[in-house]
């Protein structure tokens, strides 16, 4: 059984910065793709950004140029710096790895407040 736990979530003030980590465990196999995703209140979970296992990146325009993606292959992590912090960045942030086969997991989830 595959886990993958978040952590780094919390409160900071507007421009401030926050880093998440993500790390998988268990019998996970070869490990395609990697990303980060939120969701606020009230509103659909959306994809912040994805890294590739050869370390292709794509994020959400409203994430370009504050927020980093980044993974260690050999430890199974992903990881999301956070620069420039807005209020409309808060939500929960949860972290998902997509197998070469098909299949994808889920993290429980932290939250990212960003509020003065």
């Known amino acids: 059984q595959v886990h993958l736990v978040e952590s780094g979530g919390g409160l900071v003030q507007p421009g401030g910065s926050l880093r998440l980590s993500c790390a998988a465990s268990?019998?996970?196999?070869?490990?395609?793709?990697r990303g980060w995703y939120r969701q606020a209140p009230g509103k659909q979970r959306e994809l912040v950004a994805v890294?590739?296992?050869?370390?292709?990146?794509t994020y959400a325009d409203s994430v370009k140029d504050r927020f980093t993606i980044s993974r260690d292959n050999g430890k199974n992590t992903v990881n999301l710096q956070m620069n420039s912090l807005k209020p409309e960045d808060t939500a929960v942030y949860y972290c998902?790895?997509?197998?070469?086969?098909?299949?994808?997991?889920w993290g429980q989830g932290t939250q990212v407040t960003v509020s003065s």
């Open positions: 998902r790895f997509f197998q070469t086969d098909g299949f994808h997991y």
């Open positions: 268990g019998s996970i196999s070869s490990i395609d793709y």
């Open positions: 890294i590739s296992s050869s370390g292709s990146t």
